[in-house]
């Protein structure tokens, strides 16, 4: 299975502009630019599309690990939170930290644990980073 996103800029990195569009068109010549990736600009920019693929990945995982184990969540709500640093080589993703809270009535803590664990790990966006992951994860009854 192949996806397509692709990308427009136009200008030099602090005057010029971008778009981003996707295959399947949700996402259709969304504005990026120098302001919405390091300032307050209006729009997008590659580390909010990269937490929101990892928190919906995740969250998709996450389900799957359940269903292994014969449960099935009423609600998974993940939210990634993507660090971006200044290091001496450049800006560099230097982590993603997930935050999920899973409404599971009846759900045994331990299983639920291990389940977060081997989504977190297995998620293929999270498998794709190559940074340092973190979670989060409160279970509700």
Not at 4 to 27: C, F, I, M, N, R
Not at 75 to 99: F, K, Q, R, Y
Request: proline share 4%.
């Amino acid at each position: 299975m192949k996806r397509k996103a692709s990308a427009v800029w136009k200008g030099g990195l602090k005057d010029g502009k971008g778009t981003v569009s996707t295959e399947s068109g949700v996402l259709s010549n969304a504005q990026y630019s120098f302001g919405t990736r390091f300032e307050s600009g209006n729009g997008t920019n590659p580390e909010e599309l990269i937490a929101a693929a990892h928190a919906g990945c995740f969250s998709m995982a996450l389900s799957a690990e359940l269903g292994k184990v014969n449960l099935k969540p009423e609600s998974i709500s993940t939210t990634a939170t993507i660090t971006l640093d200044m290091l001496p080589t450049g800006p560099t993703i230097t982590s993603s930290h997930l935050e999920t809270t899973v409404k599971i009535p009846g759900a045994d803590k331990a299983v639920f644990e291990k389940a977060t664990s081997d989504a977190k790990a297995g998620c293929p966006i999270s498998r794709l980073l190559n940074t340092k992951i973190t979670m989060e994860a409160k279970l509700e009854g």
